[in-house]
T-cell receptor, first 114, second 115 residues
Framework: AQSVTQLGSHVSVSEGALVLLRCNYS??????LFWYVQYPNQGLQLLLK??????LVKGINGFEAEFKKSETSFHLTKPSAHMSDAAEYFCAVRNGGATNKLIFGTGTLLAVQP | GAGVSQSPSNKVTEKGKDVELRCDPI?????LYWYRQSLGQGLEFLIY????????KSGLPSDRFSAERTGGSVSTLTIQRTQQEDSAVYLC?????????????FGPGTRLTVL
């Protein structure tokens, strides 16, 4: 079975500081991993994904994530936080069956302080 | 181009009433997913359509929940005899197919409140 754990339901950083959102996964098949962002009263938007190949994945808005198989992690980072990054972030892993459904973590709400 | 749209954006209903939630996927997307986002349960998968067929209904929480898809396009999620625990945001997503790694594009959701 597949599962995702996001450490820290709330993270607060100062504008310009490093953003680090943690995600650990469990998967019985080679994992496909995703980070989504959700702004208030909006749907989910894909930030980046890892399927195969290069383990450092770059996404939109300056975010990137590194797949570390040995640590079963897929942490999301951004070197310098911007006020507009304040949102909720979800890590997800694809289901191992044929449907490609996503199993989500519980989310991390990022606050950016001026 | 147009993204995934959902209607209504908000729905308030009384306990015991039936509700229908609509999803219009991106044109040409054969795969369609319903998820539910609630405070206690986070984001949960409900049902998956490939074309008009639903090969995976494993996430539907009870037999009060059903969904259909017609013409390989619009989908309707129906909740019968609503209960307060059904209050949540219902999200629809579509993708080019059910193939691994295909990006799912999400709609804005329908916020359901059961009084």
């Amino acid at each position: 079975a597949q599962s995702v754990t996001q450490l820290g339901s709330h993270v607060s950083v100062s504008e310009g500081a490093l953003v680090l959102l943690r995600c650990n996964y469990s998967s019985s098949v080679p994992p496909y991993l995703f980070w989504y962002v959700q702004y208030p009263n909006q749907g989910l938007q894909l930030l980046l994904k890892y399927t195969t190949g290069a383990t450092l994945v770059k996404g939109i808005n300056g975010f990137e994530a590194e797949f570390k198989k040995s640590e079963t992690s897929f942490h999301l980072t951004k070197p310098s936080a911007h006020m507009s990054d304040a949102a909720e972030y979800f890590c997800a892993v694809r289901n191992g069956g044929a449907t490609n459904k996503l199993i989500f973590g519980t989310g991390t709400l990022l606050a950016v302080q001026p | 181009g147009a993204g995934v749209s959902q209607s209504p954006s908000n729905k308030v209903t009384e306990k015991g009433k039936d509700v229908e939630l609509r999803c219009d996927p991106i044109s040409g997307h054969t795969a369609l997913y319903w998820y539910r986002q609630s405070l206690g349960q986070g984001l949960e998968f409900l049902i998956y359509f490939q074309g008009n067929s639903a090969p995976d209904k494993s996430g539907l929480p009870s037999d009060r929940f059903s969904a259909e898809r017609t013409g390989g396009s619009v989908s309707t999620l129906t909740i019968q005899r609503t209960q307060q625990e059904d209050s949540a945001v219902y999200l629809c997503a579509s993708s080019l197919g059910g193939q691994l790694g295909n990006e799912q594009f999400f709609g804005p959701g329908t916020r359901l409140t059961v009084l």
